[in-house]
């Protein structure tokens, strides 16, 4: 089998992972261990100056190449476009995306770069798969250095409306470098239809059939391709958590009284004052459950120096420190914020201890602390799952009880109803999420993406007529 080259703007070289890397990383490393192959990017690192060659560790057939990024390229390239542009605009939120020219051309100087670095490094018959919206322009820059070989694009996000997208400066020259890649990774159908859209009015393409499009003189596969969680791996987490001093801890202080608990990198996509806000009108509609129900949020801190995302923080602060304060009891608190990070095996604990698990993004690509949830719990005596319908998990998780995170009132009643939902229901809903969640696996969405990939011929066979 032909090498891969996995090319992501974090790489997760083994040993020196947080405790937070999980799924993902695991999934393309076994990939690579698998075929053999090379994983680029950046190492996580800033120092005064990007370095001029990255830095190789070999790890089994595993080329690990990573880049130390100069304070410049890291605040134009990671905290300003791909953090301050991209993201807040893939997410919906245009009132947040600043449009500064110079981030640009630090995105643009980056993708450049890491084109350069990795250029030589490539074989050919290699396979190229490019993650995330840090590095959309990659895949053309590699063309421009005359790779020829199979690459594939996936985006994690959402990809927005064609409306929406057309607000961004740059959104020509952006589509034009999705279509370098041969094949193009969607969480969605809804990301596909809005990028579809985009290639048929904006770039006047042809769309051949439902996964085939012609633009910009080459010819694309676009297609859905929903990650996915080792649920059985959860599973097993969640069980033998059971029996560590965390999970422990949390369930004597809990007694009889139910959880909520909700689990997202601090970030504005993840709708958590909205949810605060919902909880605070929950305890005001259904004054029951004061006293007895508590919320668990743990947020830990994310891009902290992108301006955004202390202000949200400030946010979140104050709306804990009010709702604590208006409902809290001598002897019971509503509110657990928490902004420290757990080990995942930890979080699958938290997640069978609590009656509801709360996942309500204004808008994500998929979110797969939904799906975690749910492989974590125990089948005889399930959570219910209150899911956000701008979550791209809602498409396969259409048993939890979908709300708009928007809509005050209608989540607080959904959190009403999550609590006094009877055992039948609750365990109808989670059998009909879990056999989604077990069905559509990260190895599964791995291997989709890399058969569409490997189905792209490569140079070689092309010039040998194979
Ligand atoms: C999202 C993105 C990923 C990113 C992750 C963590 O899930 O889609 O590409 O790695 O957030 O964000 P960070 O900025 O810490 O890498």
């Not at 798969?129 to 594939?152: F, K, N, S």
């Not at 085939?212 to 033998?240: D, K, N, S, W, Y």
Request: glycine residues 8%; aromatic residues 10%.
């Amino acid at each position: 089998m032909s090498r891969l080259v996995v090319v992501s703007n974090r790489v997760a070289v083994p040993d020196a992972q947080s405790a937070t890397s999980g799924g993902l990383a695991v999934a393309l490393r076994d990939a690579l261990q698998s075929c053999g192959g090379i994983w680029f990017g950046w190492s996580g690192r800033t120092a005064a100056h990007t370095a001029d060659e990255p830095t190789i560790a070999q790890v089994g057939p595993v080329t690990y190449a990573t880049v130390d990024l100069g304070r410049k390229d890291y605040n134009e390239y990671y905290n300003g476009f791909a953090n301050r542009t991209l993201w807040p605009l893939f997410h919906y939120r245009l009132d947040l995306a600043d449009f500064s020219h110079e981030n640009y051309q630090g995105y643009r100087r980056v993708n450049s770069l890491f084109a350069e670095k990795l250029r030589p490094l490539i074989e050919d018959d290699d396979h190229v798969w490019v993650h995330d919206y840090h590095l959309i322009p990659l895949g053309l820059e590699l063309r421009a250095r005359g790779v020829e070989q199979p690459m594939g694009f996936y985006l994690h996000t959402p990809f927005p409306a064609m409306e929406v997208l057309l607000a961004l400066p740059s959104h020509e020259l952006l589509v034009k470098s999705l279509c370098a890649y041969d094949v193009l990774g969607f969480q969605t159908e809804n990301d596909l239809r809005a990028f579809r859209d985009y290639i048929h009015y904006e770039v006047g393409g042809d769309l051949l059939d439902d996964r085939t499009f012609q633009a910009h003189g080459r010819l694309v596969r676009a297609e859905v391709f929903p990650i996915g969680i080792e649920a059985g791996q959860m599973e097993a987490a969640a069980e033998r958590a059971m029996e560590l001093g965390a999970a422990r801890r949390l369930d004597r202080s809990l007694g009889t009284r139910p959880l909520m608990i909700g689990v997202d990198r601090l970030d504005y996509s993840k709708g958590i004052p909205e949810r605060f806000r919902s909880f605070e009108r929950f305890l005001d509609t259904y004054p029951d459950h004061r006293g007895q129900v508590s919320m668990m949020q743990i947020a830990p801190l994310s891009r902290s120096e992108v301006p955004e995302y202390k202000t949200i923080r400030e946010t979140l602060e104050g709306l804990a420190g009010y709702i604590n304060g208006r409902y809290g009891d001598f002897d019971w608190m509503p509110l657990h914020y928490l902004t420290k990070n757990f080990q995942r095996e930890t979080l699958a604990g938290f997640f069978r201890l609590s009656r509801v698990g709360v996942v309500t993004p204004l808008r994500d690509g998929m979110n797969l602390v939904a799906k975690e949830y749910v492989a974590s719990q125990d089948p005889n005596y399930p959570g219910v799952l209150v899911l956000s319908r701008f979550a791209g998990a809602a498409r396969e998780l259409d048993a939890a009880l979908l709300v708009n995170p928007l809509d005050h009132d209608g989540v607080a009643a959904a959190l009403n109803k999550a609590l006094i939902m009877s055992l039948d229901e609750r365990r109808e809903r989670w059998n009909a999420m879990y056999a989604r969640v077990r069905e559509n696996s990260l190895e599964r969405w791995r291997e989709r993406f890399l058969t569409a990939l490997r189905a792209v011929p490569t140079p070689l066979a092309v010039r040998s007529g194979a």
